[in-house]
């Protein structure tokens, strides 16, 4: 590596990766760095506790933050080809301070599926569960099964539909892949299901997507003034 020059590095998912990890190529001499990646999507995976305040924070963020209203390069992609007009709105006005548009209106738009583009749904009598230092609902993941057959039912696809289920927790994702492989042989041989947790989804495109949130009172505090905690939700970058 010593022989070889290099004058620009590009860096791309630079917002989930650790500084220290950016610093290895810029001992070669270069003159440019380009970073790519969404400050405001997933950060750095962060295994310790202990350095997780002083690593928490990529080089993309930083870098972001410090030249930010500078009149430096600083690019925004705002044209998104995924998903529908809707949809985009939320994250838009959440994340993008609304300068996130749609290719054009019919972006995302599948006449295959004729369902709302996005549907909420309170699950009040869920409990959260604890399992190996994971989180797991029930009654969520029973749910999830339920629109599973609702939606084969109201489909019944001809051509290949993929669904993607998101949980924010291992548990939950684990319960509700042995609740599809016990109906999955009740379901469309033209459903591809695939069901990861937040990280593992990041950058996939599926024509469904069902989050499954879990958080919800357990049944010992259910009596007890309970307000509740969000968890991994309370990120806003994990929700974007």
């Given at each position: 590596m010593q022989s070889n020059q290099f004058r620009c590095v590009i860096i791309d998912e630079a917002s989930q990766t650790k500084e220290i990890d950016c610093l290895h190529p810029l001992i070669y001499g270069i003159t440019k760095v380009a970073l790519i990646g969404d400050h405001r999507q997933l950060p750095p995976t962060i295994i310790s506790k202990v350095c997780e305040p002083a690593l928490n924070q990529s080089p993309f963020e930083r870098f972001f933050e410090h030249f930010k209203g500078k009149r430096l390069d600083l690019l925004s992609l705002r044209m998104q080809y995924r998903m529908r007009k809707e949809?985009?709105?939320?994250?838009?006005?959440?994340?993008?301070?609304?300068?996130?548009?749609?290719?054009?209106?019919?972006i995302g738009v599948n006449l295959a599926i004729p369902l709302a583009s996005s549907l909420v749904f309170d699950i009040d009598h869920g409990r959260e569960c604890t399992k190996d230092c994971s989180k797991f609902n029930e009654?969520?993941?029973?749910?999830?099964?339920?629109?599973?057959?609702?939606?084969?039912?109201?489909?019944?696809?001809?051509?290949?539909?993929?669904?993607?289920?998101?949980?924010?927790?291992?548990?939950?994702r684990k319960l509700i892949q042995s609740k599809i492989s016990e109906i999955k042989s009740t379901l469309s041989t033209n459903f591809d299901i695939q069901v990861e947790n937040v990280d593992a989804f990041q950058g996939k495109e599926k024509d469904i997507v069902i989050l499954s949130c879990v958080r919800a009172p357990t049944n010992a505090n259910l009596t007890n003034n309970y307000t509740g905690t969000l968890g991994f939700i309370t990120s806003p970058q994990r929700i974007n």
């Open positions: 949809i985009c709105a939320f994250p838009s006005q959440q994340f993008y301070s609304g300068r996130l548009e749609s290719a054009h209106p019919k009654k969520e993941a029973n749910f999830v099964i339920r629109l599973l057959k609702m939606i084969n039912r109201k489909l019944n696809p001809q051509s290949p539909i993929t669904i993607g289920i998101i949980s924010f927790y291992d548990a939950q």
